[in-house]
């Protein structure tokens, strides 16, 4: 019986962070300044070397550590932890602790007013249109 584990690839771990981070190959190359081809063929290597992999995660906006020990079992505890007990929220994950200095509901409500106060201007234009053209058939 071999108990010995599959070393991690650290390839598939910054992919899945760079896809996490909704990042594509071409603006993480653009970070690193390497070509996306480089950054191809790091996410397929198994393996990088620490300075390489510090590098990435520099781009990546994590710790190396985060590269290294990446697993998608345990990305749900790390990432997008919303704290929700004080006004101000925390996003505590992999990545870091980003403190909200608003409430992203607030946000949304104040883009859907702002939406709903444009479709009525549209609508009240559209109407104007259609009575200057009533006007015009008329005479």
């Known amino acids: 019986m071999n108990t010995t584990t599959k070393p991690k690839h650290i390839g598939r771990n910054i992919s899945r962070i760079r896809e996490l981070r909704g990042m594509k190959q ?34 990546l906006g994590v710790t ?16 997008n932890f919303y704290d929700n007990s004080s006004s101000q929220g925390n996003n505590i994950g992999a990545f870091g602790t980003t403190n909200y200095t608003f409430n992203p509901l607030d946000k949304l409500v104040e883009a859907y007013e702002e939406n709903k106060k444009l479709y009525e201007r549209l609508v009240q234009s559209e109407k104007e249109k259609v009575e200057y053209l009533e006007k015009l058939l008329k005479k």
């Open 26 to 59: 071409e603006a993480l190359a653009i970070a690193m300044g390497v070509s996306q081809q480089s950054v191809s063929n790091m996410e397929n290597s198994e393996s990088l070397d620490d300075d390489k992999i510090l590098e990435v995660a520099k781009a």
């Open 64 to 79: 190396s550590e985060a590269v290294k020990n990446f697993s998608e079992e345990a990305v749900i505890n790390y990432f």
